[in-house]
């Protein structure tokens, strides 16, 4: 019989052959790779959806003081 852990992550056994200990706050826990790599792949598309993000915000603080900036010429100019 193939020895099983407890994963923490899935609440359930998988072999040992998945599991890798993982570092949680409390402590050295036993978790299956397939929920690691399920964790760190949505991390990572938690870090893209954040830099897409910021670079929309930051376009658009660019658009508003040209905006602003031209305003401001219009102005003068009058
Ligand atoms: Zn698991």
């Not at 056994?13 to 200990?21: G, I, N, S, T, W």
């Not at 401001?72 to 100019?77: E, K, N, P, R, V």
């Given at each position: 019989?193939?020895?099983?852990?407890?994963?923490?992550?899935?609440?359930?056994?998988?072999?040992?052959?998945?599991?890798?200990?993982?570092?949680?706050?409390?402590?050295?826990?036993?978790?299956?790779?397939h929920?690691?790599?399920?964790?760190?792949?949505?991390?990572a598309?938690?870090?893209?959806?954040?830099?897409?993000?910021?670079?929309?915000?930051?376009?658009?603080?660019?658009?508003?003081?040209?905006?602003?900036?031209?305003?401001?010429?219009?102005?003068?100019a009058?």
């Amino acid at each position: 019989m193939t020895e099983t852990v407890f994963c923490y992550s899935c609440r359930v056994h998988h072999p040992k052959a998945e599991m890798r200990l993982f570092l949680t706050r409390r402590g050295l826990r036993w978790r299956c790779v397939h929920s690691i790599l399920a964790s760190t792949r949505s991390t990572a598309e938690r870090d893209a959806f954040g830099q897409r993000q910021s670079l929309i915000n930051r376009e658009e603080a660019r658009r508003q003081a040209q905006y602003s900036r031209r305003l401001q010429a219009l102005a003068l100019a009058d």
